[in-house]
């Protein structure tokens, strides 16, 4: 089983410039989410997907968008992109939106803006 | 809304020795608190869960501790081992609505061989 595949692993970007992070999970999970991880700042929940068809903004949504492209698929897109969008970005599937379990994470997407 | 704090930021211990990971919670409502172990260069995973129906719970050298009245949950490590050096995370969360666990910011465990 894969679990949660996120592409690209690395990318660099200069400021301005726009990228659409994937993610994509193969469990037959309900829930998606977007997280962003910076030093000392522990997961900082950006999009999320309760199910397939709805978004919602998280905690620090602001110069994002997502898009929940079907039950599988849940992207994240950086329009013009800052050099304060720095960061690693976390995708994350769980079973249902509700209920007592946890969140299956991929291993992230390393992001540069110059 | 949920406020988690987790101490200490940075935890160093000499192999075999134990390790205890401290976490509280505002929300007395919060049920569910997962711990997270991050591997370098990796995702969170899963290690122990926990609701608060439980005030303990082991799998192994790994158990977690809640106390709801104090609203505080620890992770406990025994007989640490240099594979157990990574970052830990723990969460607190509602059933119920839309799942959206707080984290906390993370414990970096260094365990010296």
């Known amino acids: 089983n894969a679990g949660v595949t996120q592409t690209p692993k690395f990318q660099v970007l200069k400021t301005g410039q726009s990228m659409t992070l994937q993610c994509a999970q193969d469990?037959?999970?309900?829930?998606m989410y977007w997280y962003r991880q910076d030093p000392g700042m522990g997961l900082r929940l950006i999009y999320y997907?309760?199910?397939?068809?709805?978004?919602d903004k998280g905690e620090v949504p602001n110069g994002y968008n997502v898009s929940r492209l079907n039950k599988r698929e849940f992207s994240l897109r950086l329009e013009s992109a800052a050099p304060s969008q720095t960061s690693v970005y976390f995708c994350a599937s769980r079973p249902r939106s509700t209920g007592l379990e946890a969140q299956h994470f991929g291993d992230g997407t390393r992001l540069s803006i110059l | 809304g949920e406020n988690v704090e987790q101490h200490p930021s940075t935890l160093s211990v000499q192999e075999g020795d134990s390790a205890v990971i401290k976490c509280t919670y505002s929300d007395s409502a919060s049920n569910y608190f997962p711990w997270y172990k991050q591997e370098l260069g990796k995702g969170p995973q899963l290690i122990i869960d926990?609701?608060?129906?439980?005030g303990e719970k082991k799998d192994q050298r790994i158990a977690v501790t809640l106390n709801k009245t104090a609203k505080h949950f620890s992770l406990h490590i025994t007989e640490t081992q240099p594979e157990d050096s990574a970052v830990y995370f723990c969460a607190a969360s509602k059933g119920g609505g839309s799942y959206i666990p707080t984290f906390g910011r993370g414990t970096s465990l260094i365990v010296h061989p």
């Open positions: 997907s309760a199910s397939e068809g709805t978004t």
């Open positions: 469990m037959n999970h309900n829930s």
């Open positions: 926990i609701r608060s129906n439980v």
